[in-house]
T-cell receptor, first 115, second 111 residues
């Protein structure tokens, strides 16, 4: 079975450039999460969607970050303009509907370096 | 704010038993999760506790005491492949799927 698929796996970009991270959740999962992981702050939730609708975006750092989920099988996280402090691993994750289990499945992550 | 504490690092011997503790002070509680994360890889689910007591799953067990805001992950018959970071996470509100993670405990298994 295909897991959560993220792209790109690695990206190095210059400060000020736009970065778009992509995610395909596991089929049948109606929750999608975007997490960010750094050494200093650990794993932090940025935003999550349920049935393509953003439910909690309280973790989105600032207006430079935006996330969309146009359909059940695709989501994007965009950073514009990017800054060096955005360097982190960005994980997308998904899970089954309520009542069908609590496990969140993570993708392999997108390793972002902003120079 | 939400506060989840775990030891930063631990070392244990192959074949032995190790207990990784997690304490939490959160605005609410609706479940505690343990995840394993090998270096450079994604976190993978280990266990879930929502009621007090012990949940056993093979070599791994997880315990919860809601009144004490305390959980532990117990790993038995340690193997070298158990060297990884172990993340404790709390879901604070029913109906909100946000998990708040601790910074993780890096466990090193030595021969």
């Amino acid at each position: 079975d295909a897991g959560v698929i993220q792209s790109p796996r690695h990206e190095v970009t210059e400060m000020g450039q736009e970065v778009t991270l992509r995610c395909k959740p596991i089929s049948g999962h109606d929750y999608l999460f975007w997490y960010r992981q750094t050494m200093m702050r650990g794993l932090e939730l940025l935003i999550y969607f349920n049935n393509n609708v953003p439910i909690d975006d309280s973790g989105m750092p600032e207006d430079r970050f935006s996330a969309k989920m146009p359909n059940a099988s695709f989501s994007t996280l965009k950073i514009q303009p990017s800054e060096p402090r955005d360097s982190a691993v960005y994980f997308c994750a998904s899970r089954l509907p309520q009542g069908s289990g609590n496990t969140i499945y993570f993708g392999e992550g997108s390793w972002l370096t902003v120079v | 704010g939400q506060n989840i504490d775990q030891p930063t690092e631990m070392t244990a011997t192959e074949g032995a038993i190790v207990q990784i503790n997690c304490t939490y002070q959160t605005s609410g509680f609706n479940g505690l999760f343990w995840y394993q994360q090998h270096a450079g890889e994604a976190p993978t689910f280990l266990s879930y506790n929502v009621l007090d007591g012990l949940e056993e799953k093979g070599r791994f067990s997880s315990f919860l005491s809601r009144s004490k805001g305390y959980s532990y992950l117990l790993l038995k018959e340690l193997q070298m492949k158990d060297s990884a970071s172990y993340l404790c996470a709390v879901r604070t509100h029913f109906g909100n799927e946000k998990l708040t993670f601790g910074t993780g405990t890096r466990l090193t298994i030595i021969p």
